[in-house]
């Protein structure tokens, strides 16, 4: 069974520019989360997907990031305009809902390093 | 409101030493705590978990204790490998059941031969 895969692995670019990272959760997962480690400090959370709808979205950092997640599969983070403390590494993970309303473990991705110049 | 503290890194150590890396937390009510593991080029990976007071997690030699009365939730192996060297990250996530996750810094271990 294929894990959680990111694309690209690597992104650099120029302040001002736009980068779009897009997220494979595992097939079935209907919990698709986006989180980020800035700077080597701690990985934040940034929002949730259950399917297709932003379950929690509190800890996007401003209006420049935006997530979809059409369909309820694969999700895009697009960052618009870049700026240099957006540099980091974005990771993805998903989960399934369990019976009673807990969610079970998350599988995370192996991140994305945007670097922004 | 939630946050965890870990001990700053970088860690380096010889094969078969004693590993301990601090971790403290702050958290209202009663919250899960975890110790994540990326290894180099790879996702972070769950190593352990606690869900509550004076529950041991345990796994690959690895254990934490979860302390409430210290807030705390160490990491310790008793004789560390080279193939342990990675970077381990300390996290809780509150008792409302979601999936949110609070984490620490992290702390990159190196084990030499």
């Known amino acids: 069974e294929a894990g959680v895969t990111q694309f690209p692995s690597h992104s650099v670019i120029e302040k001002g520019q736009t980068v779009t990272l897009r997220c494979d959760p595992i097939?079935?997962?209907?919990?698709l989360y986006w989180y980020r480690r800035v700077m080597g400090k701690e990985i934040k959370f940034l929002l949730h997907f259950v399917k297709e709808s932003k379950q929690d979205e509190s800890g996007m950092p401003n209006n420049r990031f935006l997530a979809e997640r059409t369909g309820g599969t694969y999700s895009t983070l697009k960052v618009q305009p870049a700026e240099l403390e957006d540099s980091g590494v974005y990771f993805c993970?998903?989960?399934?809902?369990?019976?009673?309303?807990?969610?079970?473990?998350?599988?995370f991705g192996s991140g994305t390093q945007l670097s922004v110049l | 409101g939630n946050s965890v503290t870990q001990m700053e890194g970088p860690v380096t150590l010889s094969e078969e030493a004693f590993l301990t890396i601090n971790c403290t937390y702050t958290a209202t009510g009663y919250p899960s705590l975890f110790w994540y593991v990326q290894y180099p080029g790879e996702g972070l990976q769950l190593l352990l978990k606690?869900?509550?007071?004076?529950d041991k997690g345990s796994n690959k030699g690895f254990e934490a204790t979860y302390r409430k009365e210290t807030t705390s939730f160490h990491l310790e192996k008793g004789s560390v490998q080279v193939s342990d060297s990675a970077v381990y990250f300390c996290?809780?996530?509150?008792?409302?059941?979601?999936?949110?996750?609070?984490f620490g810094t992290g702390t990159r271990l190196t084990v030499i031969p």
């Open positions: 097939s079935g997962h209907d919990n």
């Open positions: 993970a998903s989960s399934q809902d369990r019976a009673g309303g807990r969610r079970e473990k998350l599988f």
């Open positions: 606690a869900t509550k007071a004076d």
């Open positions: 996290a809780l996530s509150d008792q409302t059941g979601a999936n949110n996750l609070f």
